[in-house]
């Protein structure tokens, strides 16, 4: 068998032929309005993989779907934040998330009652 590309929007999809044997060859993602990001698969067997997956009938190894989806997605958001530089209100955002290591955690309370200060009014 020689081997064949199949592009693809679909990252489930894109996951399934990753996860069945098949090499990703590129990420590209067009800003048209909205960006959409496309999937280059290559390999053997992918039109029998594809027809499978289209039909239902299409088994994997669900830790290796997970693994490949997870992939999938760390390609593409490294993908979109190098093409997109983060704006002003993303570096602020950023600047708190990092700062948020000194704050207090918890619920703060204003009269600081302990629990032994209750009284259970059910119980006389």
Do not use: Q, W
């Amino acid at each position: 068998m020689e081997p064949i590309s199949l592009e693809t929007t679909d990252i489930f999809r894109g996951a399934f032929l990753l996860a069945s044997g098949g090499d990703l060859a590129g990420v590209r993602v067009r800003a048209n309005g909205k960006r959409i990001a496309t999937f280059l698969i290559t390999g053997t067997g992918l039109d029998r993989l594809d027809r499978d997956y289209r039909c239902g009938k299409a088994l994997v190894n669900p830790l290796e779907l997970r693994e490949s989806l997870n992939h999938l997605r760390d390609i593409l958001f490294e993908k979109l934040r190098e093409d997109d530089p983060p704006t002003p209100r993303l570096r602020r955002a950023s600047a708190v998330v990092e700062n948020y290591g000194g704050i207090k955690r918890g619920r703060a309370r204003d009269d600081d009652r302990k629990r032994g200060d209750r009284v259970d009014k059910g119980r006389g």
